[in-house]
């Protein structure tokens, strides 16, 4: 598969941290609220900046999981089709090109499911190829873009596109003071990423800026199912969010990374760019630590975190198209894509940009 372009997509309103932090002290309402350890938790995120779906005030006022879930659907759409149309014009295609649409979201619950939705509004073709991702979370950015190249692999004429879709603000519940949701309301924000791909035959002669993938890898932990997630009541999404994961992120990642290159003849000296999805400033220490990585190598995803925080599935793909448009890859370079996600697990997808390209 080769990459055609990958690209961003954010809700327009945004405001500083500390900001968000004095609204959501309100919101939270659990009478045993420890405020000065929700604000901890809030500025030791790192982000400095999040953009949400809806005005910082509108919040106090979401009384109900249907209430939000219909905020969801509404502006899901709406953020994901721009996304699309946007990735879609950068690619020089238009909708009617596309052959299959990969949708991944976690944070609300749409049936018709959201690439249906979006393809309605963005004017794909009736026929369209269309698979939802569920459930994913995190790691579906890098596990979307693995299964578009497995589908472009067998289907070498067509193009295929991968939909990210998060607005983790409506998903914050009002009466949990739990340290789960205190960390989860001052780390995740609203986006959305649109990735277009097309097959071998489709591609032809590799494009300037284009990357190919060349394999991918997926890895579920043992015993770790309650690590990460939701869980699904009347409220609506509570959080499940263990303060182990960078521990287990640490024991595994280095040899899942070593392993799978070893199966291409490559090490980690071999890759010239990493990826990696910034699940917050621990994971990023982790997985800096346990692959040898320099704070040059991850300073994208710190960025990413600082200024928009976690998008969930959405923020390995803004990392992404922030490392195509501020560090090109060099021809014939190395890079891996990497996100972990509820499962627990892991994503790992092996990137190659061409030795020569087209303009």
């Not at 609506?236 to 070893?262: K, M």
Request: glycine share 10%; net charge negative; proline share 5%.
């Amino acid at each position: 598969m080769e990459i055609l372009s990958v690209v961003g997509a954010l809700p327009p309103h945004r405001h500083q941290q500390g900001d968000i932090t004095d609204a959501l002290v309100d919101v939270v309402t659990g009478g045993s609220l420890d405020e000065r350890k929700m604000r901890a938790l809030h500025a030791n995120a790192g982000v400095e900046e999040r953009h949400l779906v809806l005005p910082l005030e509108d919040y106090a006022g979401l009384a109900s999981f249907d209430q939000a879930n219909d905020l969801f659907l509404e502006h899901a759409v709406t953020l994901g089709a721009r996304a699309l149309e946007d990735a879609l014009k950068a690619a020089d295609l238009v909708p009617s090109d596309v052959d299959m649409i990969v949708s991944a979201t976690v944070t609300g619950l749409a049936v018709p499911s959201l690439e249906a939705r979006i393809a309605a509004v963005v004017g794909l073709r009736p026929d369209v190829k269309r698979v939802p991702l569920v459930g994913l979370g995190c790691v579906a950015g890098a596990a979307g873009t693995a299964r578009l190249h497995d589908y472009l692999v067998g289907h070498p004429d067509d193009v295929a596109v991968l939909v990210a879709v998060e607005l983790c603000s409506l998903t914050v519940q009002r009466d949990d003071v739990s340290t789960a949701n205190l960390v989860a309301s001052g780390l995740f924000g609203d986006g959305a990423a649109a990735l277009v791909g097309a097959g071998a035959s489709r591609a032809g002669t590799p494009r300037a800026g284009a990357l190919r993938v060349l394999d991918s890898r997926s890895r579920l932990y043992p015993g770790s199912e309650r690590t990460m997630g939701f869980d699904v009541g009347s409220t609506g999404l509570r959080i499940v969010l263990d303060a182990q994961v960078p521990a287990i992120v640490g024991q595994y990642i280095r040899d899942d990374v070593d392993t799978f290159l070893a199966g291409h003849g490559l090490t980690r000296a071999d890759i010239s760019f990493w990826i990696c999805h910034p699940g917050g400033p621990k994971v990023i220490d982790a997985l800096r630590q346990a692959l040898d990585l320099t704070e040059h190598e991850v300073a994208l995803t710190r960025d990413s975190l600082r200024r928009i925080g976690n998008l969930s599935s959405a923020s390995v793909l803004h990392v992404f198209a922030d490392t195509l448009r501020e560090r090109p890859p060099g021809p014939g370079s190395f890079g891996m894509l990497m996100a972990m996600g509820p499962g627990f697990c892991s994503e790992l997808v092996l990137l190659r940009a061409p030795e020569g390209a087209r303009p």
